[in-house]
């Protein structure tokens, strides 16, 4: 059985992203100043779906989030679609169990990747792939510095706030990109409303921020790309960043007092200018979309690279240093910090057994280990808990007490990132 979304209509824990949005409404830019025309875009669900009544062939701008099972994104797409992939992003691999995968994307290669994991994973099969960032660069620089500009504080961690300078303070704004659903999974409208609620995000920054502070990628990208200063810092960076430190320090949040709190503001324009001709050229069919793929590689992999995934993996290391490495553990969260701890240790502590993932919106399986609600966690069924959810986090937490009382923090650790990004 497949892990899949629960088709239900409640929304409790259950909040969007508001930078997953800045994506669409990236690629809505794109394709202006490319300019094609509107009334030849068909939007496709991002829940997945494509029962569309026409067989049009359709090009296709394909940001595909690839998780374990090729099922959870629709992928292969029907027919008709002919996929142009840009800023790719693979959580986990799995390929070698879809050997039909590989060629699909092969068929359509090149591959531009979010990310070096990606681009590693990718090439591991012969495919063509390049490290081409993520596509919201590609957002307009403003015109004007705001007047009295304010400090936006995007999700950031309560413990950052002791290192925070007066002068900054005083301007301080604190907003989240966590917003609630009101309908899950989100339909035609529901996706509008986002999109309503994203814009009104962009023009807030582009208009009065004269800084901003963030842990999620798509706040900082995006304003970088506007010529807004960033701070970006975290409790921990994921492999999803391994291409904007080519912009940015990457500052860990036991890091705090070496931040540079006066950045300059960025020029991407040449990137820009990249990014947007691939596009083009894919989707138009115009011959030379390689130069570009090629060019941005080579300008990303010019960096210093930052540590990466540096707290997840002590505190994984922290566990097993005081237990046997084959212990048997389970996670709670089956979103992306799921995928990560388990690729951890499954490299570093190949005996150890994941022997339950709990989700409250998943069922079926997940790394052939069945994902379950947490009212079905049973005490017994494992040694030690690692909670991966920030929105689920207090319920997780509530039933470890609740199955070991005072002794419950010996048998769980608490691996989020402070923010969701």
């Known amino acids: 059985m497949s892990s899949m979304l629960k088709h239900e209509k409640y929304t409790e824990n259950a909040n969007f992203n508001v930078g ?60 008709n679609f002919h996929p142009c992939f840009i800023s ?18 092969k068929k359509y290669e090149p ?7 990606t681009r590693q994973i990718l090439r591991s099969y012969g495919i063509e792939a390049y490290l081409m960032g993520c596509f919201t660069v590609c957002f307009p620089r403003r015109e004007h510095i705001p007047v009295n500009g304010k400090a936006f504080f995007v999700d950031t961690p309560k413990e950052l706030n002791a290192y925070i300078p007066d002068t900054i303070r005083e301007r301080a704004v604190y907003i989240s990109h966590s917003m609630p659903f009101i309908t899950y999974p989100a339909d035609i409208e529901e996706d509008a409303r986002q999109k309503k609620i994203a814009q009104s995000y962009l023009d807030r920054y582009r208009d009065e ?15 970088v790309a506007m010529g807004i200063p960033v701070i970006l810092v975290r409790e921990n960076f994921d492999s999803r960043f391994e291409w904007i430190d080519k ?31 691939y596009v083009k050229k894919s989707l138009l069919q115009i011959p030379g979309r390689e130069k570009h793929l090629i060019e941005l590689d080579a300008f990303y992999s ?19 240093q005081t237990t046997s490495n084959n212990a048997t553990y389970g996670i709670w969260g089956a979103g992306i910090h799921c995928k990560y701890v388990q690729s951890i240790i499954r490299e570093n502590y190949p005996n150890a057994q994941l022997k339950v993932i709990i989700d409250k919106y998943v069922e079926g399986s997940l790394f052939n280990v069945p994902v379950i609600r947490g009212e079905q966690l049973q005490k017994d069924s494992f040694n030690h808990m690692f909670i991966t959810t920030l929105q689920g ?11 070991y009382g005072e002794k419950a923090d010996e048998f769980y650790t608490l691996i989020t990132s402070e923010m969701v990004c």
């Not at 921020?209 to 798509?218: K, Q, S, Y």
């Open 209 to 223: 921020a004269e800084i901003v502070i963030t842990g999620r990628l798509h706040a900082a990208v995006p304003c």
């Open 393 to 403: 986090k207090h319920e997780a937490i509530a039933k470890m007490k609740e199955m």
């Open 20 to 79: 997953d949005t800045f994506q669409d409404l990236a690629i809505d830019y794109i394709f202006r100043e490319i300019n094609i025309d509107e009334r030849n875009v068909v939007y496709v669900p991002r829940e997945g779906g494509y029962s569309f009544d026409n067989e049009e062939e359709i090009i296709m701008a394909a940001n595909i989030m690839l998780f374990v099972r090729s099922e959870e994104k629709n992928i292969p797409y029907p027919d």
């Open 247 to 277: 912009y940015l320090p990457l500052y860990y949040l036991d890091e705090a007092e070496k931040i540079d709190w006066h950045p300059s503001a960025i020029n991407l324009e040449d990137v820009k200018e990249n990014v947007i001709s």
């Open 88 to 105: 790719a992003k693979i959580y986990h691999d799995s390929f070698n169990l879809y050997p039909q995968l590989i060629q699909y994307i």
């Open 111 to 117: 591959v531009g990747c979010r990310d070096e994991e």
């Open 302 to 320: 010019d960096r210093n690279k930052a540590v990466i995934n540096k707290h997840m993996r002590e505190k994984i290391d922290a566990f097993f």
